[in-house]
């Protein structure tokens, strides 16, 4: 029978699948494809690069010996990534690259000459002054990768911060870009990695902070004079983890600081570890140059969980607070919350409050009063993107027309009252919301603000327009 790729990769994998963990197996091997089998080499296909270098630092041993088992001793392995372009309508791309089996590299040693008295050459990142200083990793141990449940939704993202914790500073996963919407648990994962690296490896330091307060620190630190100083006390950290980071939008003098503490620890084998509420390419008002850094790594995306995940997830709350509810109560909860964990976990948590204080029987007509309450109290974030939605459908407009530089009374009307809304709703700059809406600079955002409030104090019919979008965004 002639050996075809296919037929070659089954049997490679038919054995791969023997020698590791099954969750290991779908997440690395599973997405591969077989593309051609030449003489005694097999090209398969990857999803990505950081695909083909996690492949090669942790499983190329195994490949080697499914791939000899099949082809003889001379057996080679070539990878083809299909490479996602992101800029314009441009058609995926494929690489191509062999498959190394290389050992590290072994540290060198260099002899420097010296000529003064002193035979120490000084390190120049040394930094004089500082002896003991604790730092508070400000980590929360209770968010650890037992209690992050795995699911469809967040494979990549969790097993990338595993790969982190274990090996951290030493993966291609530098810096690991964790992004998604609200309440998926992008903060727990973060604080998951530091809490394993610092079990793992106590002697490492690690740092939790949130861009916000770290913006803060920065401007202090200018007020003080000390600009240094918070540069070398960052530089000291061996795990540096940033929660949020698209608070540093407009901000360029902290995107400046941040740019060198980034460049120094990625350069010495620390790990950066990020998250944000959105993708690098979504990103508006971040300098080009730390853009360009964020995507150096792995950006992981965390997505809404699936029926399965959200059972999982209610089952361990109820597990860890030793509670028993009948199996329908749960799938009543999945089913009608579906958009993230945390108001999961809130709605679980207030019906076994609501069980336990008023001495009730967990029915289906509690649970649906609870889920009801729950769901329609919970805060929702409100976007610049989702205004703009909103605005645009109430004035039945398209997005770009929105923002285009036309100026026509209408769609003048709703591009100011997309600024005015964002700016009522959003935590953004002026100059945030005006780059999101048409490219527009801050005066222009700041005139919107003023003409709104002008017109709905003047004209009924523009005052009916904010009172119906208020309504639609508030619902």
């Not at 392995?77 to 996602?84: G, V």
């Not at 494929?94 to 003064?116: C, G, I, Y």
Request: a positive charge; hydrophobic letters at 40%; glycine letters at 4%.
């Amino acid at each position: 029978m002639t050996k075809t790729a296919q037929s070659v990769w089954e049997n490679c994998l038919s054995f791969i699948k023997d020698n590791i963990q099954d969750q290991a197996y779908k997440t690395w091997f599973e997405p591969i494809k077989s593309v051609e089998l030449t003489d005694n080499a097999l090209y398969i296909q990857v999803p990505s690069k950081f695909f083909y270098e996690w492949l090669e630092e942790h499983y190329v041993k195994l490949l080697k010996v499914a791939l000899t088992k099949e082809l003889g001793k001379n057996a080679k392995l070539l990878y083809k990534i299909k490479m996602e372009n992101t800029y314009g309508n441009k058609q995926p791309f494929t690489e191509q690259l062999p498959s190394s089996n290389r050992v590290p590299m072994k540290p060198q040693e260099v002899d420097a000459p010296f000529k003064n008295l002193n035979p120490e050459l000084k390190n120049p990142f040394v930094i004089p002054g500082i002896r003991n200083l604790k730092i508070e990793s400000q980590l929360n141990p209770n968010y650890s990768f037992d209690n992050f449940l795995e699911g469809d939704s967040n494979r990549l993202a969790r097993s990338a911060g595993m790969a982190v914790a274990n090996k951290p500073g030493g993966t291609s996963f530098n810096p690991l870009l964790i992004f998604g919407g609200v309440g998926l648990g992008k903060t727990h994962l973060a604080h998951a990695i530091g809490v394993e690296v610092k079990d793992k490896y106590p002697e490492k330091t690690v740092l939790y902070i949130s861009a916000e307060i770290f913006t803060q620190q920065y401007i202090d630190s200018v007020k003080k004079n000390n600009r240094n100083d918070f540069i070398h006390f960052y530089q000291l950290i061996d795990v540096l983890i940033i929660d949020d980071v698209q608070f540093l939008s407009g901000k360029s003098g902290t995107q400046d600081v941040f740019f060198h503490i980034f460049n120094y620890l990625h350069q010495n084998g620390k790990q950066v570890i990020l998250t944000s509420d959105k993708a690098p390419v979504d990103m508006q008002d971040i300098e080009q140059r730390l853009l360009s850094r964020f995507k150096w790594g792995l950006s992981a995306e965390l997505h809404q969980p699936d029926y399965e995940t959200r059972i999982s997830i209610l089952k361990n709350i109820l597990y860890r607070d030793g509670v028993d509810m009948p199996e329908d109560i749960l799938e009543y909860v999945a089913r009608n919350i579906k958009t993230n964990v945390r108001e999961l976990e809130g709605a679980i948590i207030s019906l076994i409050a609501q069980s336990s204080f008023n001495k009730k029987e967990v029915t289906i007509e509690l649970a649906k009063n609870v889920v009801e309450k729950f769901v329609k109290n919970v805060k929702r974030e409100i976007s610049i993107d989702y205004i703009q939605k909103i605005v645009s459908d109430y004035f039945q407009l398209d997005i770009e027309t929105l923002q285009s530089k036309t100026r026509k009374r209408h769609v003048v009307q709703a591009r100011q009252l997309a600024m005015f809304f964002a700016k009522k709703f959003t935590k953004a700059s002026l100059a945030n919301i005006g780059s999101q809406i048409g490219d527009r600079d801050h005066a222009t955002v700041l005139h919107a603000c003023k003409t709104v409030d002008n017109l709905v104090s003047t004209d009924k019919q523009f005052k009916k327009f904010v009172e119906d979008i208020n309504k639609k965004l508030t619902l």
